[in-house]
């Protein structure tokens, strides 16, 4: 199979006060799709930073990035928008739902930069909601959730403009260990039957066991 | 329509800095529409004064009064059109407190002012009466005055008890028409000093000009004061305008002052309002990074936010405009009686404050927008309140 997330000589650094703050050097990583790639490593070694270049969010200082078949880091600000309301999901440790939207609302945000009808969209975010095992907490809002709902409504979100790539960073990072094994499952169902690619990072070893793939990140190299 | 749905429920967030916003962005519009329209009553008081009219009068003071032999020679001027005397009765109405105009007047009054209309009828009636008089319809119906009634003044520049008969009733022709007025024959004033003090007859206290081009006010002004120079009775000519402001020249800083606070008062509407928005903005520095990352474009963000603060800005200027009308009718009511000529909310005081919120919506959303658009999303999701 063929890789769908090329990651190549990619550098990134950040600045602070005009001080740089070098985080990935020269890093070169393919994942091929329908992969679960797991990423691990020490607080601090760059692993929020590698994703986030891999879903379009950040950019590399130097390097280069093709995913989904396009070179990303050629991309300007809105077409890297379009793109990854195309082709990425995200799910993040602390959920990010909006909280004065419904589970539906929140599931339904990228689904208004599409063309799609409202039936249409509805049908949508109820499949997702259903697949997630949410179907009868459509009109709750967040706080009315439980952290593991919650996180659910987020990857219903993820999921609902069906992307080809998933991304997470530690999605039970602040999840009990039952609720953290239900988010996991669920990872693993959309990764084998939903085929999607995933490149999730996580602190927990019980996580590890879901990867077709792992990886050690440290102090910005893969080990 | 989605947006509109965000707009809403975000400014509901927290209902009572939003509500403090909205009372605070009414009570400025209130506070704002209080002050133009005194302001601008003051400014029409002025307008309304007539580019053809000027004022001649006792150049020592307004008090001292001018020969009535002056009025043939300033007729004689080229240029001036018509002269008409005038005499300030004063006096009292049943009441100290009912404050209202009393003048004695030569019967072309009416030709000098065309704003006060009078029908043919009732001024043929008036002609006729010997004590009549002609009051402002403002005045007819405060103190309910018919034709025919008996209005009796209490003098105090000219004592005595004075009988009048209401013989008409003038309509203000323009807003800004003063239809508080009382005005009647100066023959019957004077037939009557004469009798009593007769050094004071023949006398009156100010002379209105009708010139044939306001253009020539100036110099026609000069004329008239050149011609009685060095006479016992020098005169101070100019136009009506210029002698309405000096008459309200006291109150100017006055005026000055309630100008600059109502600009202030915009100021600080704006201020309140960016607080409130710049507020709501950092809290949810994470929602918009969620939103970029989701693919939302600057656009969506800008209307998201813009949408709330003019919202806000919008709910509170409509209150605020809305309570204007009662408040200000309650103001007059408070005022004694007489005190404005007119008093009344000019459309462009609404206008002015409709369209500042509108533009205090905009740029209290400026700093916020700037800010929302300019943050990097990763440093959106690394933000900590
Ligand atoms: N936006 C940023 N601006 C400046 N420095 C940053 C930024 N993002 C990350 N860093 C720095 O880069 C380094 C790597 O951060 P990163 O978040 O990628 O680590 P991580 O492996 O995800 O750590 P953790 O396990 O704690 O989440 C850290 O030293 C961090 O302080
Ligand atoms: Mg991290």
Same mark, same amino acid.
């Given at each position: 199979?063929?890789?769908?997330?090329?990651?190549?000589?990619?550098?990134?650094?950040?600045?602070?006060?005009?001080?740089?703050?070098?985080?990935?050097?020269? $890093? +070169?990583?393919?994942?091929?799709?329908?992969?679960? =790639?797991? *990423?691990?490593?020490? #607080?601090? %070694?760059?692993?929020?930073?590698?994703?986030?270049?891999?879903?379009?969010?950040?950019?590399?200082?130097?390097?280069?990035?093709?995913?989904?078949?396009?070179?990303?880091?050629?991309?300007?600000?809105?077409?890297?928008?379009?793109?990854?309301?195309?082709?990425?999901?995200?799910?993040?440790?602390?959920?990010?739902?909006?909280?004065? $939207? +419904?589970?539906?609302?929140?599931?339904?945000?990228? =689904?208004? *930069?599409?063309?799609? #009808?409202? %039936?249409?969209?509805?049908?949508?975010?109820?499949?997702?909601?259903?697949?997630?095992?949410?179907?009868?907490?459509?009109?709750?809002?967040?706080?009315?959730?439980?952290?593991?709902?919650?996180?659910?409504?987020?990857?219903?979100?993820?999921?609902?403009?069906?992307?080809?790539?998933?991304?997470?960073?530690?999605?039970?990072?602040? $999840?009990?260990?039952?609720?953290?094994?239900?988010?996991?499952?669920?990872?693993?169902?959309?990764?084998?039957?939903?085929?999607?690619?995933?490149?999730?990072?996580?602190?927990?070893?019980?996580?590890?066991?879901?990867?077709?793939?792992?990886?050690?990140?440290?102090?910005?190299?893969?080990? | 329509?989605?947006?509109?749905?965000?707009?809403?429920?975000?400014?509901?967030?927290?209902?009572?800095?939003?509500?403090?916003?909205?009372?605070?962005?009414?009570?400025?519009?209130?506070?704002?529409?209080?002050?133009?329209?005194?302001?601008?009553?003051?400014?029409?008081?002025?307008?309304?004064?007539?580019?053809?009219?000027?004022?001649?009068?006792?150049?020592?003071?307004?008090?001292?009064?001018?020969?009535?032999?002056?009025?043939?020679?300033?007729?004689?001027?080229?240029?001036?059109?018509?002269?008409?005397?005038?005499?300030?009765?004063?006096?009292?109405?049943?009441?100290?407190?009912?404050?209202?105009?009393?003048?004695?007047?030569?019967?072309?009054?009416?030709?000098?002012?065309?704003?006060?209309?009078?029908?043919?009828?009732?001024?043929?009636?008036?002609?006729?009466?010997?004590?009549?008089?002609?009051?402002?319809?403002?005045?007819?119906?405060?103190?309910?005055?018919?034709?025919?009634?008996?209005?009796?003044?209490?003098?105090?520049?000219?004592?005595?008890?004075?009988?009048?008969?209401?013989?008409?009733?003038?309509?203000?022709?323009?807003?800004?028409?003063?239809?508080?007025?009382?005005?009647?024959?100066?023959?019957?004033?004077?037939?009557?000093?004469?009798?009593?003090?007769?050094?004071?007859?023949?006398?009156?206290?100010?002379?209105?000009?009708?010139?044939?081009?306001?253009?020539?006010?100036?110099?026609?002004?000069?004329?008239?004061?050149?011609?009685?120079?060095?006479?016992?009775?020098?005169?101070?000519?100019?136009?009506?305008?210029?002698?309405?402001?000096?008459?309200?020249?006291?109150?100017?800083?006055?005026?000055?002052?309630?100008?600059?606070?109502?600009?202030?008062?915009?100021?600080?509407?704006?201020?309140?309002?960016?607080?409130?928005?710049?507020?709501?903005?950092?809290?949810?520095?994470?929602?918009?990074?969620?939103?970029?990352?989701?693919?939302?474009?600057?656009?969506?963000?800008?209307?998201?936010?813009?949408?709330?603060?003019?919202?806000?800005?919008?709910?509170?200027?409509?209150?605020?405009?809305?309570?204007?009308?009662?408040?200000?009718?309650?103001?007059?009511?408070?005022?004694?009686?007489?005190?404005?000529?007119?008093?009344?909310?000019?459309?462009?005081?609404?206008?002015?404050?409709?369209?500042?919120?509108?533009?205090?919506?905009?740029?209290?959303?400026?700093?916020?927008?700037?800010?929302?658009?300019?943050?990097?999303?990763?440093?959106?999701?690394?933000?900590?309140?």
């Amino acid at each position: 199979m063929s890789a769908i997330i090329q990651v190549k000589n990619v550098s990134k650094s950040y600045w602070r006060n005009s001080l740089e703050i070098p985080v990935l050097h020269d $890093l +070169t990583l393919d994942v091929t799709e329908g992969e679960f =790639l797991v *990423l691990m490593g020490p #607080s601090g %070694s760059g692993k929020t930073t590698l994703l986030n270049l891999i879903a379009g969010i950040d950019r590399p200082s130097k390097g280069e990035l093709n995913v989904a078949g396009t070179d990303i880091a050629k991309l300007n600000e809105s077409g890297l928008a379009k793109w990854r309301s195309a082709s990425v999901g995200f799910v993040f440790q602390f959920y990010n739902l909006i909280p004065v $939207l +419904t589970a539906f609302e929140n599931v339904e945000l990228p =689904l208004l *930069l599409t063309k799609l #009808s409202k %039936s249409e969209r509805k049908k949508h975010v109820e499949n997702v909601l259903n697949i997630v095992g949410l179907g009868d907490r459509i009109y709750h809002y967040p706080k009315q959730l439980s952290g593991g709902q919650e996180q659910r409504v987020a990857i219903a979100r993820a999921i609902v403009t069906d992307p080809v790539i998933l991304v997470a960073d530690e999605p039970t990072g602040d $999840l009990d260990k039952t609720s953290a094994q239900e988010i996991l499952t669920l990872m693993e169902r959309l990764n084998k039957e939903f085929k999607k690619t995933i490149v999730m990072v996580t602190h927990d070893p019980h996580a590890a066991e879901k990867a077709t793939r792992l990886l050690h990140l440290e102090k910005g190299d893969l080990v | 329509m989605k947006i509109l749905k965000l707009i809403f429920k975000n400014a509901l967030r927290h209902k009572l800095r939003t509500t403090l916003t909205i009372v605070g962005i009414s009570i400025a519009v209130i506070a704002y529409g209080l002050l133009r329209t005194v302001v601008t009553i003051w400014d029409s008081s002025v307008d309304a004064a007539g580019a053809d009219r000027l004022i001649t009068r006792q150049a020592v003071s307004f008090i001292f009064p001018l020969p009535v032999a002056y009025k043939s020679k300033i007729e004689s001027i080229p240029g001036v059109k018509s002269v008409c005397g005038a005499v300030w009765f004063g006096g009292t109405y049943k009441d100290k407190s009912n404050f209202f105009a009393r003048m004695a007047i030569d019967d072309n009054y009416f030709e000098l002012y065309p704003e006060f209309m009078i029908s043919q009828n009732e001024f043929d009636k008036y002609k006729k009466e010997r004590n009549g008089c002609i009051v402002g319809k403002s005045i007819a119906e405060q103190y309910k005055f018919k034709i025919g009634d008996i209005i009796v003044l209490d003098g105090d520049i000219f004592p005595g008890r004075w009988e009048f008969t209401v013989s008409g009733i003038y309509k203000p022709r323009n807003k800004n028409t003063d239809a508080t007025q009382m005005l009647f024959h100066y023959e019957y004033l004077n037939e009557r000093i004469k009798q009593e003090t007769a050094v004071r007859g023949d006398q009156v206290f100010w002379y209105i000009v009708k010139v044939d081009d306001p253009k020539n006010s100036a110099q026609i002004s000069e004329q008239i004061d050149a011609m009685f120079k060095n006479s016992t009775a020098e005169t101070k000519s100019e136009t009506e305008k210029a002698f309405t402001q000096s008459f309200v020249a006291a109150s100017g800083a006055i005026i000055t002052a309630m100008n600059f606070m109502s600009y202030a008062i915009i100021g600080i509407i704006m201020l309140v309002l960016a607080n409130t928005m710049i507020m709501a903005a950092r809290e949810r520095t994470r929602e918009y990074a969620v939103f970029k990352t989701l693919g939302f474009s600057a656009y969506h963000l800008t209307s998201l936010i813009l949408g709330e603060s003019m919202l806000i800005s919008c709910i509170g200027g409509g209150i605020g405009i809305g309570l204007l009308y009662p408040i200000v009718s309650g103001f007059e009511h408070v005022m004694p009686k007489g005190f404005f000529p007119f008093f009344f909310i000019e459309p462009v005081t609404v206008i002015l404050a409709a369209s500042s919120a509108l533009l205090i919506g905009v740029l209290a959303a400026i700093f916020p927008i700037q800010r929302a658009l300019h943050t990097k999303i990763v440093d959106g999701f690394r933000f900590v309140g």
